[in-house]
């Protein structure tokens, strides 16, 4: 085994908190999209960010590669160990430190889950907004700049983080912020940190801003004759500044997808899951405004979940999606992409990409997180046709250079990974310089994630 | 001259836009807070990236220092040249370069003052909210991640930059980001070089968020018998999550500065300047609810500005009451300084500093954008009496030490520069070594702005 003496060492000094066991590193090496194949050597659960930081001038030592793993939720082979070396397993440190109720933030340990979280603070009247469609680690979150339905009105991670506990890649303890709600002392290394996907260190605790639910809040769906028209509203909608909590675009697919899994019977076509909150009065004025327009552009009227348990329903169903339509095609492969383009090019970039879609053979099925200009597609292929994969990754790949063509970017929210590593060349060209440059001088040795966002070539440990 | 060979050959690539005249010099060496007596050995006024990247190249082969300038406003000696070297004047290059209306987003180039910014915008319904009290330049306000007193409804820069163009510190250009509201591709560099106090690069263009210009717009005054009580109500209206769109507190000295400055007649008491923006519905609903809790926490009914013209004049002496200040004591010298804090500790923190305000000899005065916890102090002290002096340093350093311990930060919008190169370092201890680290790695030569924000040791060209 290539580490061999440095995992002797580690397992003499933190004993059953290390594993070796097959299962374990193949279940810390396959992410939700199923990258696989590139288990780690071995697998840490860390209890504390002590640990982290002794484990991590351990690796040093012996230069062996740290993957920092979470819930193993995201989708881009962020928790593969093409290189092997440490899986460190965060999910144990589910500690929430410190609850402030009159600054609306909260200190929590990296492997709280964003459903934890919110789960502690129900009865205090606050929430976490950012809501990836899956039961993530807040520490991978702000990894990967996740996002959710709620970006267009509270923002991502990028917004939503105050400060971060780091163990940087030479095993230092910092502290990148300050609760204060803004800043002008330094670089700003809490920006730096998020959206690093483990490039650059390990994130071990969080703080983060917190909101207060809104006194009212109505969901519901409203159903197009066609993408166009749907697209044209979220459009109209956002360009007049309607703060609406969340308007969620789904395709017919989609819609068939949700149907059959969640036992739901929604007319299949294009649909609009809405969301507004506010107080009494702020609603609706916002159903009306919404409303009025929606139908000018050929929507219908907004069919509202009528109780609390059925607008959770509705959410719910949204966001096991990518579950839904993975049982669209049982043994098929699933690849999910995403984009994000500014907001005038939404419907010409969705358009065109649904008629790349239309002349394949494949099933692809769109949704997204419209109101920030963000769509996901959701592809099934045969992993034994060559023809088919051949077809997904070409399919891909236009969808990629088209939304880099009208001024957007090649993921919103899914992040680099190993998978979209040429993309980022694509979109920041001579940028990637610098951030070659920033990872060599935080990650002198090359340990940190190898793999994943950058090229190999010039990296140390390469 | 120490870098005569560089000069030479700047002035033979550059002609006119090169000055070396001890006028201009001076001009750009001075700041808006007097940070005097180091100014630049060359002025060059650049009309282009191009300019800016050719000057960056000859400036790196002579390892001359390069100052960026905009409009010479900052306040913590950005701007000065201590170690000599090229002032780069960008404020010429004033272009606004494309504006998106139906994204709802503006690319100018970095000498665009946000003043033009907004005149080029009024007949257009959009507007661009961050807005120091001075007139600055966009390129300017990146680089420092300035704010102002629309922070506490909008953000600062931080929140409202998209994208830069940078010329890196060896002179090649790079595009930060995209016009995508949000993406999770790569490294944020975005946010690197937005604070990063022309350490890193040269910003030349900017890719700005735009809002609408609400439907309504209400201010007024809230008068205090109390700093407490004004404190209080601020904290109850931010717990409560109530959109208010600026919320700026003067103390009795402040209301005093403005008054004589402005010719204007408030009561000299703790006041609360107001704005409320939103639909008409929306606005009547905070005033409403607003008005209560200040009522209830010993305020006065707000006092509302009665038309456009009124309300402009009013936050007009907001934006001017540095200047005011200034004016109460002719031929002294004024430090303004400012330091963030949680929310909840707000009150405590400016009634700690006002006691050692009031036990000291000095003019000292208190205001703030304080909706984000953020608030400044305006000393005079007469600069040939040493004891003035050391009140006055001591006095800041005491306040800053409050802030940190508070769980703040020592300056919430100023920046670092010169003056507060300890105070980063109390505030973020090993962290600084990561900030060290970036620099060293982007600018490797040391030549971009040396000696501001990190300390000089360790660092190339100390």
Redesign the interface.
């Known amino acids: 085994m290539p580490f061999s003496t440095a995992i002797a060492a580690l397992k003499s000094r933190f004993g059953a908190k290390l594993s070796t066991a097959v299962a374990d590193r193949q279940a810390h090496g396959r992410d939700e999209a199923g990258h696989d194949g590139m288990p780690p050597d071995a697998v840490l659960r860390v209890g504390s960010t002590d640990e982290v930081a002794e484990a991590v001038r351990m690796c040093a030592a012996y230069k062996m590669p740290i993957i920092p793993f979470g819930a193993g939720t995201s989708l881009e082979g962020h928790i593969c160990a093409p290189k092997g070396g440490l899986s460190i397993d965060l999910s144990g440190m589910n500690r929430i430190i410190e609850l ?1 109720e ?4 909260v200190r929590v340990e990296a492997g709280v889950t964003r459903q934890a979280l919110n789960a502690y603070l129900r009865d205090k009247g606050l929430f976490f907004p950012v809501d990836p469609g899956s039961e993530c680690t807040l520490g991978g979150m702000a990894a ?4 959710g339905t709620n ?1 267009v009105r509270y ?2 991670m ?2 939503q983080v105050l400060s971060l506990k780091v163990v ?1 890649a030479l095993g ?18 809490t ?2 940190f ?3 996907e483990g490039t ?1 260190g390990i994130i071990t605790e969080l703080s983060l801003k917190l ?2 639910i809104p006194e009212k809040l109505a969901a519901g769906v409203c159903r197009f004759p066609s993408l166009r028209a749907a697209t044209d509203t979220v ?1 109209a909608t956002i ?3 309607l703060p609406v909590s969340r308007i969620e675009l789904l395709d017919e697919l989609s819609v068939r997808a949700v149907n059959t899994y969640a036992k739901m019977n929604h007319p299949e076509t294009p649909t609009l899951f809405l969301e507004f909150g506010g ?1 009494s ?2 609603v609706d ?1 916002q159903i009306a405004i919404f409303t009025d327009l929606a139908l000018s552009l050929g929507g219908s009227d907004i069919e509202f979940a009528d109780t609390q348990e059925e607008m959770n329903r509705m959410w719910h169903a949204r966001h096991q999606l990518y579950y839904a339509t993975r049982a669209m095609g049982p043994g098929k492969k699933i690849v999910t992409t995403d984009v ?5 090019r939404l419907g010409d970039c969705m358009l065109e990409t649904r008629a790349d879609f239309e002349a394949s053979p494949l099933f692809a099925s769109m949704l997204g997180h419209v109101g ?3 769509f996901h597609t959701i592809m099934l292929a045969d992993p034994t046709s060559r023809v088919e994969m051949s077809v997904l990754e070409r399919l891909n790949e236009r969808m990629v250079r088209r ?2 063509a009208m ?10 990974g190993i998978g ?1 590593r040429d ?2 060349q694509w ?9 070659r ?6 990650d002198p040795l090359g340990i940190m994630n190898p793999g994943k ?2 090229p190999d070539e010039d990296l140390p440990g390469a």
């Open positions: 402030n009159g600054d609306q933030d990967t700049r996740a996002s970006a923002g991502t990028r917004e940087t230092d303890v910092i502290e990148t912020g300050t609760r204060a709600r803004k800043s002008a002392a330094g670089l700003d290394l920006h730096l998020i959206g690093s650059l909101h207060g459009m360009q007049m500044g107080t009065a702020t004025e994000c383009v500014p907001m005038s920030d200009g963000n939304a880099i001024g957007g970017t090649c993921t919103g929210e899914h992040g680099i979209k993309f980022l979109e920041k060209g001579p940028a990637t310089t610098l951030m440059q920033v990872k060599m001088a935080l966002m950058l």
